[in-house]
């Protein structure tokens, strides 16, 4: 596990958006949401701390090391992309041995990684299945274990459930909490659904126009709102947690 901690970072655009002095510091092992409407600055957010987007300013440390210079396979943090990202000439078990054989891992040592991986998220032997023949949860669990086969201190996830149906999104969520407590990973999760960040999270950063108008726990911010905006956003979520349970960090 590894802390994440942004110091004032900010990283804008000519067309727009993007993200303004925004700090915070995510503990080892914590689920983070970065939480609100499109445009508002959480992808931009996350894209940072992968090392895929390079802030106007502030900085990223790991712990205690700066990492904001260092490219994306220098940081040992694992991205789960919004459109999975997998290579659809390959196989399953050559999605997930991906990145461990980009580490250079021994071939003998592989199918073993790639066995561990696929057992996390309940594929085991799905190996030699390709992935265009697999269902639209299947490949979101296909990129989760390619993520989790270089055993990452971080795992980052940009609305990885967005394009599952309704059903199948509420699903695989619940299980994606229980795997996070399970392997004690430090999770940076981006959503624009609320419920999905107050149920999953530990704590949640709302974001809107680049800017962060609060961070706290799914209870504090649904009990104390900061701004009116957050209020206002969260009013939906709060009817519906009140008719089907409470946010993670009541349970």
């Known amino acids: 596990m590894s802390s994440v901690q942004l110091e004032s970072i900010t990283r804008r655009f000519e067309q727009g958006g993007g993200i303004s002095d925004f700090s915070c510091t995510i503990q080892q092992g914590e689920f983070f949401a970065l939480l609100g409407p499109s445009g508002c600055g959480k992808t931009t957010t996350l894209r940072i701390v992968a090392g895929l987007e390079q802030p106007d300013s502030g900085r990223v440390f790991f712990d205690d090391r700066d990492v904001t210079p260092l490219p994306p396979e220098k940081r040992r943090a694992a991205m789960v992309f919004q459109s999975y990202a997998l290579f659809p000439h390959l196989n399953v078990f050559d999605n997930v041995a991906f990145g461990p054989r980009a580490q250079r891992l021994p071939k003998a040592e592989l199918p073993e990684r790639v066995a561990e991986a696929l ?133």
């Open 119 to 251: 057992g996390y998220v309940q594929l085991s032997g799905m190996e030699r299945r390709r992935v265009t023949e697999l269902s639209g949860g299947q490949q979101q669990r296909v990129a989760l274990a390619r993520a989790l086969a270089v055993r990452p201190p971080i795992l980052l996830l940009d609305e990885p459930l967005s394009n599952l149906d309704a059903e199948l999104r509420y699903a695989t969520r619940e299980q994606l909490a229980e795997l996070q407590r399970r392997l004690k990973i430090t999770a940076i999760y981006v959503t624009h659904d609320q419920e999905e960040a107050l149920e999953l999270a530990d704590r949640i950063a709302v974001l809107k126009d680049g800017l962060c108008h609060q961070i706290g726990t799914p209870a504090e911010i649904l009990q104390a709102p900061a701004t009116e905006f957050v209020r206002q956003f969260l009013d939906r979520a709060r009817d519906a947690m009140g008719g089907r349970g409470s946010p993670r960090q009541d349970v």
